[in-house]
């Protein structure tokens, strides 16, 4: 792999696409600097290497140039992290980004505006990219967030570099995590796939029988699995048109013999709200009336069972609607379980938007091997896409 330590940085400029896509609250402060802190170590690299770090990142989605939307707002933030006083310059191409770079320093950090305000960054336009491509002695790729995506700065830059790029060490990150799960991992895996609906991760569900020993189908996914099955779901999430093509899975999970487990009990509640009334229920025996929120406590004692045995684990999506205190519990008791696993030398990958915010409210970030920080990238390499960010490196 093309990684950060096959160059040295000394009086080099790197030209680095980060992911500083980062929450602001209403006065345009950083409100979650989670992003910022996963380039440092790619940035400090740079930096004791003896060289230059040119920042390129996209905020938000503006529509042309908007203030709202400037990179500005997170100098000192980036400043603060990385312990660099950050130098900003208000374009992210042209003259006046030319000169800022030219007059950048060893150890100095430059961040450039935001690339969204013009729209050739998201077409992917090759003149804009070359423009981007001229901030730069080499070009690394730290961004995971955009890796799917064909953008200019993302993925056609590449071409201008053709010696001189490689990833940084954040997506190398996710890479690796993501290969020590799909193929080279120890066995026995298991993925555990929640969240809503099954149609946004039939792709990803089709792709990992080929890779897994067991399967966890757990949140809202699993009406619809029970309801072809003949069970009664009452008012829970379901979605009658995906119906055959869960009953598909089953059958495809049996001939590879990969074996499913399904919620047996859930936490029903009368309405869609932190006081509901609420009941354990039989997974299909939920009248009219009542929907599942949660997992019940026999499956969560299943489930338990089933992680303490396996060796790679893969969770993406929370096990109810962990959102709301009272239907919170499967998804924490399943955070727990997968950390004690961890504990005892399993390795565990947490991906995609919604779980990932709950390790993080549940406390479990630190407590299991990697958190992805790409969701919809992330979804993508679950589903066996190469990712157009990394073949370019990677050409
Ligand atoms: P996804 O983005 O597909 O991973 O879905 C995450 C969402 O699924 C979260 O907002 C959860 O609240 C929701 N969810 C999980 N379990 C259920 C359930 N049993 N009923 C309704 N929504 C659920």
Same mark, same amino acid.
């Given at each position: 792999m093309?990684t950060?330590?096959?160059y040295?940085? +000394?009086?080099?400029?790197?030209?680095i696409?980060?992911?500083?896509?980062v929450?602001l609250?209403?006065?345009?402060?950083?409100?979650?600097t989670?992003?910022?802190?996963?380039?440092?170590?790619?940035?400090?690299?740079?930096?004791?290497? #003896?060289g230059?770090?040119?920042?390129?990142?996209?905020l938000?989605?503006?529509?042309?140039?908007?203030?709202?939307?400037?990179?500005?707002?997170?100098?000192?933030?980036?400043?603060?992290?990385?312990?660099v006083?950050?130098?900003?310059?208000?374009?992210c191409?042209?003259?006046?980004?030319?000169?800022?770079?030219?007059?950048?320093?060893?150890?100095e950090?430059?961040?450039?505006?935001?690339?969204?305000?013009?729209?050739?960054?998201?077409?992917?336009?090759?003149?804009?990219?070359?423009?981007?491509?001229?901030l730069?002695?080499?070009?690394i790729?730290?961004?995971?967030?955009?890796a799917?995506?064909?953008?200019?700065?993302?993925?056609?830059?590449?071409?201008f570099?053709?010696?001189?790029?490689?990833f940084?060490?954040?997506?190398?990150?996710?890479?690796?995590?993501?290969?020590?799960?799909?193929?080279n991992?120890?066995q026995?895996?298991?993925?555990?796939?929640? !969240?809503a609906?099954?149609?946004?991760?039939?792709?990803?569900?089709?792709?990992?029988?080929?890779?897994?020993?067991?399967?966890?189908? !757990?949140?809202?996914?699993?009406?619809?699995f029970?309801?072809?099955? !003949?069970?009664?779901?009452?008012?829970?999430?379901?979605?009658?048109? +995906?119906?055959?093509?869960?009953?598909?899975?089953?059958?495809?999970? +049996?001939?590879?013999?990969?074996?499913?487990?399904?919620?047996?009990?859930v936490?029903?509640?009368?309405?869609?709200?932190n006081?509901?009334?609420?009941?354990?229920?039989?997974?299909?025996?939920i009248?009219?009336?009542?929907?599942?929120l949660?997992?019940?406590?026999?499956?969560?004692?299943?489930?338990n069972?089933?992680?303490?045995q396996?060796?790679?684990?893969?969770?993406?999506?929370?096990l109810?609607?962990f959102?709301?205190?009272?239907?919170?519990?499967?998804?924490?008791a399943?955070g727990?379980?997968?950390a004690?696993a961890?504990?005892?030398?399993?390795?565990?990958l947490?991906? #995609?938007g919604?779980?990932?915010?709950?390790?993080?409210?549940?406390?479990?970030?630190?407590?299991?091997s990697?958190v992805?920080?790409? !969701?919809?990238?992330?979804?993508?390499?679950l589903?066996?896409?190469?990712?157009?960010?990394?073949?370019?490196?990677?050409?």
């Amino acid at each position: 792999m093309q990684t950060l330590n096959k160059y040295n940085f +000394k009086n080099k400029k790197a030209l680095i696409r980060v992911d500083f896509n980062v929450p602001l609250q209403d006065n345009f402060t950083v409100a979650d600097t989670t992003r910022i802190e996963a380039a440092k170590s790619t940035i400090i690299k740079v930096l004791e290497d #003896g060289g230059s770090c040119v920042l390129m990142s996209h905020l938000g989605r503006p529509n042309g140039v908007e203030d709202q939307f400037s990179l500005r707002h997170i100098v000192d933030s980036v400043t603060e992290i990385m312990g660099v006083q950050t130098q900003f310059v208000e374009d992210c191409i042209g003259e006046k980004a030319e000169k800022a770079v030219a007059e950048l320093e060893a150890g100095e950090i430059l961040l450039l505006e935001n690339l969204r305000f013009y729209t050739e960054e998201k077409k992917g336009d090759q003149q804009f990219a070359e423009q981007l491509s001229k901030l730069g002695d080499i070009y690394i790729n730290d961004a995971f967030g955009t890796a799917h995506r064909a953008h200019a700065s993302t993925t056609i830059i590449a071409q201008f570099f053709p010696e001189n790029k490689c990833f940084g060490n954040l997506l190398a990150r996710e890479i690796q995590s993501i290969d020590k799960v799909l193929n080279n991992s120890e066995q026995p895996v298991l993925a555990i796939l929640g !969240g809503a609906k099954v149609s946004s991760k039939i792709t990803v569900i089709e792709n990992i029988l080929d890779k897994v020993d067991h399967l966890i189908i !757990g949140g809202g996914m699993t009406f619809t699995f029970i309801k072809a099955q !003949g069970g009664m779901v009452g008012d829970s999430i379901c979605e009658d048109d +995906k119906m055959p093509l869960a009953l598909e899975i089953l059958k495809q999970a +049996k001939a590879k013999n990969v074996a499913i487990h399904l919620p047996v009990d859930v936490l029903a509640a009368d309405q869609f709200s932190n006081d509901a009334m609420t009941q354990i229920m039989d997974v299909d025996k939920i009248p009219k009336g009542w929907q599942g929120l949660d997992a019940g406590p026999k499956s969560t004692e299943n489930f338990n069972a089933i992680v303490q045995q396996c060796k790679t684990i893969l969770w993406n999506g929370p096990l109810g609607v962990f959102e709301l205190e009272s239907f919170s519990k499967g998804t924490i008791a399943l955070g727990n379980s997968i950390a004690r696993a961890t504990k005892k030398g399993t390795f565990s990958l947490v991906g #995609g938007g919604d779980s990932v915010a709950a390790v993080k409210q549940f406390g479990f970030a630190d407590k299991v091997s990697y958190v992805s920080t790409g !969701g919809g990238a992330m979804l993508e390499m679950l589903e066996g896409k190469t990712l157009p960010g990394i073949e370019a490196i990677s050409k």
